[in-house]
């Protein structure tokens, strides 16, 4: 088990007191013993009955069920007497292991961990699995399930805010390093209770995972039940949102879902696992005074996008909402296509996208250098915001002026430069359709005049007549004395002036 690294923020949460925080730290790790003892007698309890119960007859599923449970209770005992010993190969997270060992268990020690523990699932209902896609319910045995490289938490109370990282460190120290630094910058509250990611041979820290823990009695409930109330859920979302916005430039991926509770497990002998906060614990609301809980999903992939690549908010934007456009015309023709892949898993979904994505990139010419980074982001965004119900009807595109409104704080700053880029955008699209117009008339050898143009391209004739020079004029050709004059009769003669 990796030492506990401990640290003390710049501030302290004036209702959370550093005193109160160990008070209650300390309380529960008494209720935590109580529960275990009780727990033991009860399964010695149980034992002692089964003992004295009458043997008879079982039916085959019956005589299956206990085999199966008292062959895990069999493995359970001899993980905690010798330790965890995995000798075949798996692929984890992208990396061959095998031979991989441990002694003991890692919260036995580790009050944070411990907390941990009891937010998952119990009873055969946790679900864990080997990679991160496909989570389901292992083994009865909450201890064996615990050992997994991926966990999950209980959805139903939220009490764990995950941030996914990217990133490689030189070392787990360098990652909290520059996580203190975030501290001290007031970014975030506090260094997150959790991380776990990868310890690679080199010495380098891979792709962890940053957890908050809300304290005891401070989860969020989420349910379909109609007393849950849905702000507390909604805050929960975006101060998650918050902490990623926070620790973009550490490598924050902005498209994981936030209310999963799926994550790599920090108690799995797979990865590497550090506790550097065991004193402040902010609650929900104390973290919303910190972090930017305004900021949506769309604009969060944009930024993340930006600072990622190293291009610049103002080219990858530009790049985002040309691979945005592809990437939701290729989502269409996947869906209404029937494809196979609209029907996969969204892990899935988001590499077929990428690959698509990049193909089109490079057939187009979009080949700056950090490319990569956007089209990954594009394809994580888009497949996890995929909703087929949305194709048919009118989207609104969140962003695309992120790189024209940026540093501009007042409301009536944004609304004006919305209003420019609109009336650009509409003025391209009436010249557009004037140019059609104005084909269509000449194939057809009618005579070109305003009230004739305007008819036909749908708009009024007073417009007609402000854009009749970029319409009709040759290239190059100039109205006489420069005025802005207008055809009455056939092209080329001038309008009557009494002249």
């Known amino acids: 088990m990796s030492p506990r690294l401990g640290h003390t923020p710049a501030r302290v949460s004036e209702v ?22 009780f727990a033991s007698r009860e399964r010695i309890r149980k034992a002692e009955e089964r003992d004295r119960r009458d043997i008879r007859e079982l039916d085959h599923d019956a005589a299956t069920f206990a085999r199966r449970n008292a062959e895990q209770r069999e493995i359970a005992r001899k993980r905690l007497s010798e330790g965890y010993i995995q000798w075949a190969g798996r692929d984890i997270g992208g990396r061959w292991r095998s031979g991989v060992q441990e002694m003991g268990l890692r919260s036995e020690d580790n009050p944070v961990l411990k907390y941990f523990v009891t937010l998952v699932p119990k009873g055969g209902k946790a679900r864990a699995s080997w990679d991160k896609a496909h989570l389901e319910v292992q083994c009865r045995e909450k ?11 209980n959805r139903e109370f939220l009490a764990a805010l995950r941030v996914d990282c990217d990133g490689k460190f030189d070392s787990p120290e360098a990652c909290v390093a520059a996580l203190r630094e975030a501290v001290r910058e007031g970014k975030i509250p506090c260094l997150p209770h959790i991380m776990v990611g990868d310890a690679m ?42 902490l990623s916005a926070a620790l973009l430039d550490l490598g924050a991926d902005p498209a994981v879902p936030t209310m999963t509770g799926r994550m790599k497990n920090p108690l ?17 609301t104390e973290y919303a005074r910190c972090v930017d809980t305004s900021i949506s999903r769309a604009l969060l992939s944009r930024k993340a996008a930006a600072v990622q690549s190293g291009l610049g908010l103002t080219a990858s ?38 690959e698509a994505l990049a193909t ?16 990954a982001k594009v394809a994580d965004y888009l497949a996890s915001n995929f909703d087929a119900a949305k194709l048919e ?14 540093g501009m704080k007042s409301v009536k700053e944004r609304q004006q430069a919305g209003g420019r880029y609109s009336g650009r955008a509409k003025g391209a699209t009436t010249l557009q359709r004037l140019r059609d117009a104005h084909q269509r008339l000449v194939a057809s050898e009618e005579a070109i005049t305003r009230t004739s143009l305007s008819a036909a391209a749908g708009v009024s004739v007073r417009t007609v007549t402000a854009r ?20 009455d009769k056939k092209v080329g003669l001038p309008a009557a002036t009494g002249e």
């Open 468 to 487: 009749w020079n970029e319409v009709v004029l040759k290239e190059g050709q100039q109205p006489e004395n420069g005025e802005n004059r207008c055809i």
């Open 16 to 37: 959370h007191t550093l005193q109160r925080q160990q008070i209650w730290l300390f309380e529960f790790e008494t209720r935590y013993a109580e529960a275990q003892r």
């Open 268 to 284: 799995s002998p797979f990865w590497h696992t550090l506790t550097p906060n065991a004193d402040i614990w902010p609650t929900l």
């Open 317 to 354: 934007n530009r790049l985002f909402d040309a691979l945005r456009t592809e990437g939701q015309r290729i989502l269409a023709e996947w869906h209404f296509g029937a494809d196979a892949w609209i029907r996969g898993s969204r892990t899935a979904l988001a590499d077929h996208l990428h």
């Open 201 to 242: 041979d080199s010495g380098r820290f891979s792709r962890p995972h940053f957890v908050w823990l809300l304290p005891q009695g401070s989860a969020v409930w989420r349910s379909d039940d109609e007393r849950c109330r849905p702000g507390p859920v909604r805050l929960f979302d975006a101060v998650a949102r918050g």
């Open 360 to 375: 089109f990139a490079a057939k187009a010419g979009l080949g700056e250098e950090g490319i990569g980074y956007v089209t």
């Open 143 to 153: 201890i064996l399930t615990l050992d997994y490289p991926y966990i999950e938490l």
């Open 393 to 406: 009807g009118p989207r609104r595109v969140r962003g695309r002026l992120l790189d024209v409104v940026d």
